[in-house]
Nanobody, 122 residues
């Protein structure tokens, strides 16, 4: 099965930056879309940003102009550059992959990583 592993989370002061990385492993042929979601304690998971294999991006209004999502199709990886971080950005960030085709041409709807903690202090 396809597995996702996130890295890059940590503690940073408001106004600082962090870069999150996520790598998908398995017998992967292609991934249609990858993205980042976050969940704060007591709240539901929300979309942060997504990117398709063709490079089309989508961002939550709250992070536009501050976060940048990118991916490396050859490495089946996705990244999230987070600048001008705010305390409101504090959450567990999850990597997501959708529309996964394996080298055996089987199809997997989606997969989730285990999450990485991002804490922004004021």
């Amino acid at each position: 099965q396809v597995r996702l592993v996130e890295s890059g989370g940590g503690l940073v002061q408001a106004g600082g930056s962090l870069r999150l990385s996520c790598a998908a492993s398995g017998s992967i042929f292609s991934i249609n879309a990858m993205g980042w979601y976050r969940q704060a304690p007591g709240k539901q998971r929300e979309l942060v940003a997504t990117i398709t294999s063709g490079g089309s991006t989508n961002y939550a209004d709250s992070v536009k102009g501050r976060f940048t999502i990118s991916r490396d199709n050859a490495k089946n990886s996705v990244y999230l550059q987070m600048n001008s971080l705010k305390p409101e950005d504090t959450a567990v960030y999850y990597c997501n992959a959708q529309g996964i085709t394996t080298i055996a041409f089987s199809f997997e709807v989606d997969s989730w990583g285990q999450g990485t903690q991002v804490t922004v202090s004021s």
